[in-house]
RNA sequence: GCGCCCGUAGCUCAGCUGGAUAGAGCAACGGCCUUCUAAGCCGUAGGUCGUAGGUUCGAGUCCUACCGGGCGCGCCA
């Protein structure tokens, strides 16, 4: 509807260029949006005001001119020219009966698009090392990345989803140094304990089913523990299996899947670290000293050069990153994302400025990155502290099992991915009003509830009628449909600018037109035709809220 | 010290990429259930958009400098 009001404004102002009303002959970016103030109409333009500079008229003048050059239209009432020069367009009653059949014939494809063009997209989220469970901070990459994917793949996007993981490494050598430490009894206080061990009682359960001699599977592999307390390897290659498949529990359980699961290590073994390693060495972007090699990365925007393979031989995290980026640079990935958190922004520069040393013709700002910032978690008014080490977190499993996770991954995606999180378990867990994610969800169940109500009563599925539509006026019920018409162009924003929080922003805002809407009307009536076009309405309501919770990976139940 | 993010109602946060008189929820106060789910609705009150400059027809939004908070600045990942 919006972009039909559009395409009329420039329309008008061609028209004017076309018989010299106007002269500068430059079209500018025409912005179409709905006016904060009700007076204002149901859209506004700014047309006038941006070519009062190029025109060198006043923009009250231009707002006249290109008033009397719109095209004739059947969507409009009327057309004001308001304030310093903004247009203002009142639509007929029936332009919006458009919006109803075409939310009608589209069903669960109303708000996808095809910007996309189809073209492949990778983004890669999550990535947890396996060194212990999820933890509440890969809840948030896990929600948030998920409803990228969900919102790039409805904007015409082809998603590949991809969680990568280091299962070499000091870490991972740490995690299996540790479960040995509580294979052979040592406690966490003794001297004998590893100087950065992991304390968690995960690790205690580790240690005893490698004992047990266990197999698990994960990632398509499977593991059978050796039990030999002096292997560290079995230990390293069980603990890794162990706890990758717990995670993917867990991920599971969010509903979260992933395409591919790429390992560190076989960056190693198909030698795609070394072979980046050359590349930089014959492009004149390393030297040598204090016995290490180093990236001239500041010659690509980093503030210090940055070592590349330490004096001991083995190579720095970022090398094997760039190795992996390279690959996806050459798997055909011409747009990438990466989802992580904001702690690890110091990443960036380095793996572009790797990228840019390897000249691969990457682009400049290639891969593109969506940080989220840090999760404080509340519980009893008071903060949960997290330490890894210590194994005293709150993990993404505790919060799924407690709070459920329609409302874990409503909450995680709520706020801007800029901004802090504060999780309010307490809130989260409640089933009242202060709860925004049944607030939606009971007004999805509320409209099914009528719906049922009205099969008893012997009304058919509701279906497009013009003429009934017709009495579909009322201030509650036009809201409700104008809200709905802005839908497909909130997905695309969401999606294009990474903001996934949006959609609960949208959601809520729809439940409470709706909530509105029927605490005033009565919806089922002995006005047969009345009764008709309302439900109409209500099942076009349903699917903006079935598919607006889709896109957040949550449930629309039909009753609660 | 340097880099990134944030600062909007008592609290938690929106503010559609620069538009008209800055919004929502919670908390406070007052109303609404013999009628399709009260897990709901309506109303009242609440603001120097951190501060000071700048850019322009117009700034919560863009620029600069400060103040305050978070994160990061490793031959850890």
Not at 37 to 66: F, M, V, W
Not at 146 to 174: K, M, P
Request: proline fraction near 4%; aromatic fraction near 10%; charge should be negative.
């Amino acid at each position: 509807m919006k972009e039909q009001v559009r395409r009329l404004v420039i329309q008008a102002v061609a028209a004017c260029f076309a018989d010299n009303t106007l002269s500068s002959g430059e079209i500018p970016p025409v912005v179409v949006e709905v006016p904060a103030q009700e007076g204002h109409g149901d859209y506004a333009t700014n047309a006038a005001l941006s070519l009062a500079r190029p025109e060198k008229k006043s923009p009250r003048a231009i707002a006249q001119a290109l008033v009397d050059h719109i095209p004739e239209s059947s969507l409009l009432e009327r057309v004001e020219i308001a304030g310093p020069g903004f247009i203002n367009f009142f639509l007929k009653g029936s332009a919006w009966q458009e919006t109803l059949s075409l939310i009608e014939e589209q069903g669960a494809g109303f708000g996808r698009s095809a910007q996309g063009g189809g073209k492949r997209v990778q983004v890669e989220f999550v990535s947890a090392n396996p060194t212990g469970p999820l933890h509440i901070g890969h809840g948030r990459g896990a929600a948030i990345g998920d409803t990228l994917c969900r919102l790039l793949d409805a904007t015409g996007w082809d998603v590949t989803r991809e969680f990568y993981y280091n299962d070499a490494g000091a870490q991972i050598t740490n995690l299996a140094l540790s479960v040995q430490a509580r294979c052979l009894g040592v406690e966490s206080d003794d001297p004998r304990w590893p100087a950065d061990g992991y304390q968690g009682e995960y690790i205690r359960e580790l240690a005893r089913a490698y004992l047990a001699r266990e197999t698990v599977e994960a990632d398509a592999r499977q593991v059978t523990a050796t039990g030999d307390i002096d292997d560290l390897e079995s230990i390293r290659l069980f603990a890794v299996a162990s706890l990758r498949r717990e995670q993917d529990q867990d991920l599971t359980a969010f509903d979260v899947r992933f395409d591919l699961y790429s390992l560190e290590s076989e960056l190693y073994t198909s030698g795609r670290v070394e072979a980046v390693v050359r590349r930089l060495m014959e492009n004149n972007h390393t030297y040598e000293q204090d016995g290490a090699l180093w990236l001239k990365s500041t010659d690509f925007g980093d503030d210090k050069d940055r070592v590349m393979r330490k004096a001991d031989g083995s190579y720095t995290y970022f090398v094997p990153d760039v190795a992996y980026h390279l690959g996806k640079w050459e798997r055909g990935f011409v747009r990438v994302v990466n989802e992580q958190g904001a702690d690890h922004h110091s990443t960036i520069t380095r793996v572009r400025a790797g990228l840019q040393a390897v000249d691969a013709g990457i682009p400049l700002g290639w891969p593109e990155y969506l940080l989220h910032q840090m999760v404080t978690v509340m519980r009893g008014g008071e903060e949960v502290k997290i330490s890894k080490r210590a194994g005293s977190y709150v993990t993404l499993r505790e919060l799924i099992d407690e709070v459920g996770r329609d409302a874990t991954r409503f909450f995680f995606v709520m706020r801007k991915p800029d901004s802090q999180l504060i999780f309010d378990i307490d809130l989260a867990k409640q089933q009242t009003l202060d709860n925004p994610v049944y607030y939606v969800q009971y007004a999805h169940a509320r409209i099914k509830s009528i719906f049922a109500n009205a099969a008893e009563k012997g009304f058919f599925p509701p279906v497009f009628r013009a003429a009934s539509c017709s009495r579909l006026e009322s201030p509650e019920e036009l809201a409700l449909i104008k809200l709905m018409a802005g839908f497909p162009e909130m997905v695309a924003g969401a999606a294009a600018s990474f903001e996934p929080h949006r959609l609960t922003s949208y959601l809520q805002e729809l439940a409470g037109l709706f909530h509105g809407f029927y605490n005033k009307n009565r919806v089922i009536s002995d006005d047969a035709p009345l009764t008709g076009a309302r439900l109409f309405l209500l099942s076009c309501v349903v699917t903006v809220l079935k598919n607006g919770l889709g896109l957040l990976g949550i449930s629309a139940p039909d009753s609660m």
